[in-house]
T-cell receptor, first 113, second 113 residues
Framework: NAGVTQTPKFRILKIGQSMTLQCAQDMNHNYMYWYRQDPGMGLKLIYYSVGAGITDKGEVPNGYNVSRSTTEDFPLRLELAAPSQTSVYFC????????????FGPGTRLTVT | GNSVTQMEGPVTLSEEAFLTINCTYTATGYPSLFWYVQYPGEGLQLLLKATKADDKGSNKGFEATYRKETTSFHLEKGSVQVSDSAVYFCALSGETSGSRLTFGEGTQLTVNP
């Protein structure tokens, strides 16, 4: 199993540009998550999904959008990139919530200049 | 709401030293508690967990005990190795349905030979 995969690994965007961060998992997990990690700040939840066709906002959703058309894929869309979105983005998945482990992808390092 | 507080870092130790990373939490009821580890350039991975009071989670020589009376989940290892150098995150998942994972700020550990 590949686990959770993310593309691209690195990206530099200009202010106002758009892009989609890709995330896929092959563990048949219903739950998927997008986090951002800023230096010294831990992880903040952006959006999550409890199954195909169902998404909900996390702690810091402004400036982002998501969709979940299949169990495997959970892309994150940045519509108008801003310097405040410079961060490392992690996708994760889990079988369920509560006591269940979350499996993380390797991350995407995004710089907006 | 739920919150997790970790000891301020970074922490630098010599090989074979004893490690403690403090973690305290605020949550209602009986949350599940986790330690995740992030090695350089990688995503987070679960190190250990405990799901009820007085449980001890352990893995790779690391241990942490769920202390309800002090709302703590301190991470310990008797003899650290250079390969333990990483960022360690304490996290909790609330007892109620729909509760998302809440992370602490992370503690950078560097072990010198």
């Amino acid at each position: 199993n590949a686990g959770v995969t993310q593309t691209p690994k690195f990206r530099i965007l200009k202010i106002g540009q758009s892009m989609t961060l890709q995330c896929a998992q092959d563990m048949n997990h219903n739950y998927m998550y997008w986090y951002r990690q800023d230096p010294g700040m831990g992880l903040k939840l952006i959006y999550y999904s409890v199954g195909a066709g169902i998404t909900d906002k996390g702690e810091v959703p402004n400036g982002y959008n998501v969709s979940r058309s299949t169990t495997e894929d959970f892309p994150l869309r940045l519509e108008l990139a801003a310097p405040s979105q410079t961060s490392v983005y992690f996708c994760a998945s889990s079988y369920s919530e509560g006591v269940y482990e979350q499996y993380f992808g390797p991350g995407t390092r995004l710089t907006v200049t | 709401g739920n919150s997790v507080t970790q000891m301020e870092g970074p922490v630098t130790l010599s090989e074979e030293a004893f490690l403690t990373i403090n973690c305290t939490y605020t949550a209602t009821g009986y949350p599940s508690l986790f330690w995740y580890v992030q090695y350089p350039g990688e995503g987070l991975q679960l190190l250990l967990k405990a799901t009820k009071a007085d449980d001890k989670g352990s893995n790779k020589g690391f241990e942490a005990t769920y202390r309800k009376e002090t709302t703590s989940f301190h991470l310990e290892k008797g003899s650290v190795q250079v390969s333990d150098s990483a960022v360690y995150f304490c996290a909790l998942s609330g007892e109620t349905s729909g509760s998302r994972l809440t992370f602490g700020e992370g503690t950078q550990l560097t072990v010198n030979p």
